[in-house]
């Protein structure tokens, strides 16, 4: 069973940036799958930030547009979430998420804290 990894999150300062990472824990044709990362914040339901397609294509929860990209790299088999101008509000657990035909594989989560 192919596992996804979470890994970059950390503690900034508003304003700051962080770049995440999401890998298979193998080799995995995720080619054929949507990538997504969600977010939650204590207290607070689970919310989808970004998604980026098979073909590549991005979209962006309305609090993440003209901050954040995500990408990916099907060679790699590794999705990414580049989160700038940092705010407070963005602190939360981030979770990838890997999803297609037969499949949706969810990461454990890292920590994002935006405080001075």
């Known amino acids: 069973q192919v596992q996804f990894v979470e890994s970059g999150g950390g503690l900034v300062q508003p304003g700051g940036s962080l770049s995440l990472s999401c890998a298979a824990s193998?080799?995995?044709?995720?080619?054929?799958?949507?990538g997504e990362w969600y977010r939650q914040a204590p207290g607070k339901q689970r919310e989808l930030v970004a998604t980026?397609?098979?073909?590549?294509?991005?979209t962006y929860a309305g609090s993440a547009e003209g901050r954040f990209a995500i990408s990916r790299d099907n060679a790699r088999n590794t999705i990414y979430l580049q989160m700038n101008s940092l705010k407070p509000e963005d602190t939360a657990v981030y979770y990838c998420?890997?999803?297609?035909?037969?499949?949706?594989?969810w990461g454990q989560g890292t920590q994002v804290t935006v405080s001075s």
């Open positions: 998420r890997v999803w297609g035909p037969g499949a949706d594989y």
């Open positions: 980026i397609d098979t073909r590549g294509s991005p």
């Open positions: 193998r080799a995995s044709f995720i080619s054929m799958y949507t």
